[in-house]
């Protein structure tokens, strides 16, 4: 397996693929990565010359943020959220969505496992 990012990227995938398994590097990173590293068609992994994978590390050590700097980025701008007061952080602070969804019947990863209340019924059950 060949690494990259600190990742080892798959050896029978096509390059563009195998790519994806870093962490910040989508399908549209990954074809534009392929273009600037100079690397001819889409070979798979196991295909590449050393020269090419540090090519590969070059133009993403050069250009883009990824795996651990990426992360510290996201996570440092959540604290910021929380910190602030904002309402996205409240939301992040409580583990609740952020981007407005409902959460009165939807929202079960983020909410849990569901909780029984005394004295209710669902809907379900009507005798």
């Known amino acids: 397996m060949a690494r990259v990012a600190g990742i080892d ?4 995938q096509r390059l563009d693929y195998s790519l994806r398994r870093i962490y910040g590097i989508g399908p ?9 590293a100079a ?3 889409n070979p798979r992994v196991r295909d590449l010359s050393e ?8 133009v993403i050590d050069r250009e883009y943020k990824v795996e651990g700097d990426l992360h ?20 992040h602070s409580r583990g609740l969505p952020v981007r407005g969804q409902r959460t ?6 983020k ?6 209340v005394a004295g209710r019924r669902s809907a379900g059950t009507r005798r």
Do not use: C, F
Request: proline share 2%; net charge positive; glycine share 10%.
């Open 111 to 116: 909410r849990g496992a569901r909780k029984t």
């Open 39 to 41: 690397v001819d068609g």
């Open 72 to 91: 510290r980025e996201v996570n440092g701008n959540i604290r910021r959220l929380i910190d602030i007061g904002s309402y996205r952080g409240q939301r």
């Open 28 to 36: 549209v990173i990954a074809k534009d990565l392929v273009i600037k």
């Open 104 to 109: 009165k019947t939807n929202a079960r990863t």
């Open 51 to 58: 020269e090419q994978l540090a090519r590969i590390r070059e």
């Open 9 to 12: 990227i798959p050896d029978g």
